[in-house]
């Protein structure tokens, strides 16, 4: 009896002794219960707004060195995390993350930070750098700026916009697109949505778009920007990237603009003495041996308004009160229009009362009204069964 309870004793004294394990004892008489902290595997996938995966996100255990980054299909495995963890995601470009590890596969959606992508230049087929890290001649176009511009195609709104880009319209026509120069380059690159264009074709394409549907504008000015697209490239790129679907809630952008356009210069139209002395001039520039004024009409034309000097009444009246006859029949009417008797040309003048300050002092107004929806709302449907197993016993 004695040599059974040292017995239990020692085996009691070596439990004891043991690490690494807790107990709660409540009562002596009570069984032991051990209390661990299990870890687990936390795995998942991050995508950025429009569902497009991110390779190279840092995820990470928050306050621990613990972590990993995705990988090409933007998929991630990490060891070692407990339930109640929180894990925290960044990736340069985007806003951090972190989510509650409760044991099941995470779906980590990264949003875009408006702040930071201000700062970083598209460089190729994609790629982004820090304009701030950044050793190559390169620069970002703010689209929030050009579109505030009142110009009719993005070349125009380049013009002293960008340190060493030149534009320069080639004629006065409503509409007509900027030629664009580089460093004193003339035949650039245009790279849309990574499709690669040469001058012409590209700067067709260019001026189509609007500020209101691109993304982001760089501008490659160097040969070290500009390698990555090769020798075609060597007077600069413009990339371009328009704007995509994303994921989030709807978002509605109303722009309007309503301009008036005024001529900048206005003709001044000859007077009575000018038109009678330039028509005589050129009557005499073509041989003709009597001109349609005569000195006496000329000196009345000079002296100004004839109605203080009293010339011109007897003509006036005359033309009011003689008669003229406008009518026309339905055959001469018929004849217009006949093709057989018109033969391709004008048969009939027309002659009606109209203010030739209509077609230079006219002003025009101008309506501009672009409307934009971004986002939209997403529906998961999870779809469960039930299993029931029965066992039988035989």
């Not at 993005?154 to 120069?181: C, D, F, H, K």
């Not at 039930?386 to 066992?391: F, N, V």
Request: hydrophobic share 35%; with cysteine; net charge negative.
């Amino acid at each position: 009896m004695l040599k059974r309870l040292k017995s239990v004793s020692m085996l009691l004294f070596l439990m004891g002794a043991s690490t690494g394990s807790a107990y709660a004892v409540a009562n002596p008489g009570v069984t032991d219960v051990k209390i661990t902290q299990q870890t687990g595997t936390c795995k998942g996938v991050v995508v950025d707004a429009t569902g497009e995966t991110v390779i190279g996100a840092s995820v990470v255990v928050k306050g621990t060195t613990n972590g990993t980054i995705t990988g090409i299909d933007g998929d991630f495995s990490l060891s070692g995390v407990k339930q109640g963890d929180v894990i925290q995601v960044s990736f340069v470009g985007y806003l951090t993350q972190e989510i509650k590890f409760k044991g099941e596969s995470l779906k980590i959606i990264l949003q875009e930070d408006s702040q930071t992508l201000q700062e970083v230049v598209v460089v190729g087929y994609g790629g982004v750098q820090k304009a701030k890290t950044m050793t190559a001649s390169a620069a970002t176009v703010k689209m929030s700026e050009l579109a505030k511009l009142p110009v009719a195609s993005m070349s125009e709104g380049l013009g002293g916009r960008v340190t060493g880009v030149v534009t320069q319209q080639a004629s006065g026509a409503p509409g007509e697109n900027a030629r664009i120069w580089i460093r004193g380059g003339e035949n650039i690159l245009y790279v849309i949505d990574d499709v690669v264009m040469d001058s012409g074709q590209g700067n067709e394409f260019f001026n189509r778009l609007r500020p209101d549907d691109i993304a982001s504008m760089s501008i490659l000015k160097d040969a070290a920007a500009t390698a990555v697209y090769g020798p075609r490239a060597a007077n600069g790129v413009v990339v371009i990237a328009t704007k995509r679907g994303q994921e989030g809630a709807p978002t509605i952008t109303l722009n309007q603009k309503v301009s008036i356009m005024t001529p900048a210069y206005r003709p001044k139209g000859l007077s009575s003495y000018e038109y009678a002395l330039a028509r005589n001039e050129a009557e005499l520039a073509s041989f003709q041996e009597s001109p349609t004024f005569n000195d006496t009409e000329l000196s009345k034309y000079y002296m100004g308004d004839l109605w203080q000097k009293g010339y011109g009444f007897e003509e006036i009246r005359n033309l009011v009160n003689e008669r003229y006859n406008l009518g026309y029949s339905l055959q001469d009417i018929n004849d217009l229009f006949d093709p057989l008797k018109t033969q391709g040309k004008n048969i009939q003048d027309y002659y009606s009362s109209y203010d030739p300050w209509d077609m230079f002092d006219h002003t025009q107004p101008m309506y501009q009204t672009n409307v934009s929806l971004r986002g939209w709302r997403t529906y998961q449907i999870l779809f469960k069964f039930g299993i029931y197993e029965a066992k039988w016993c035989q």
